[in-house]
């Protein structure tokens, strides 16, 4: 579906949008029994069910977390989604988000926050994050700009306001809230 309704893209319009119904109990169901055929252990359904919806009921991530469990006796499908969104670990998520400029990676946590990007309190915000006296408008639209043009964010249908479009990248933010914009702060600061 984002891939034809994202414009100025190649596919967009392309095709009509088929409406799949979401992966949900049945297959936690099927996943639980296969990681008990293979582990000898139980997968707690309600815990991956709840999973499965934080990455937006995608196979891929959702697998991913399984298979990370599966691998470290002990940890829950939880445990090996939190190492699977590990901000030092080599993943999709990881490295979008060290390719970002700071500007852009604060960007992308206020709209992840729901935060209005231009309002002048946001804009204050950047400043004192960035170390900055001001951050101008236009310099957020740009990192907005780039945002959208990764696919890192989108406009919230029928609104002004700008979300996180991949439900992954938004369980990773939550996860690493921590982190800052400013790398070479984090590093100073130990």
Do not use: C
Not at 105 to 111: G, H, N, P, Q, S
């Amino acid at each position: 579906l984002e891939m034809f309704s994202r414009a100025q893209t190649p596919l967009y319009n392309f095709a009509n949008a088929e409406p799949y119904p979401l992966l949900k109990e049945d297959f936690v169901g099927h996943v639980a029994r296969l990681f008990s055929a293979a582990t000898k252990r139980d997968l707690n359904q309600a815990i991956a069910l709840r999973v499965l919806e934080a990455v937006g009921h995608q196979p891929a991530p959702f697998l991913n977390a399984v298979g990370n469990a599966m691998s470290t006796p002990g940890w829950s499908v939880e445990d090996g989604l939190a190492a699977m969104l590990d901000a030092k670990a080599v993943n999709t998520w990881s490295t979008a988000w060290a390719g970002l400029t700071d500007l852009q990676r604060f960007a992308l946590r206020a709209a992840h926050a729901g935060l209005p990007l231009t309002a002048a309190a946001t804009l204050q915000q950047a400043a004192t994050e960035l170390g900055q006296a001001k951050v101008q408008p236009s310099s957020i639209t740009r990192a907005v700009e780039t945002l959208v043009d990764k696919g890192l964010v989108a406009r919230e249908p029928g609104s002004r306001r700008h979300v996180v479009s991949d439900p992954v990248m938004a369980a990773w933010l939550t996860q690493n809230a921590a982190l800052p914009v400013r790398p070479e702060i984090g590093r100073a600061h130990g």
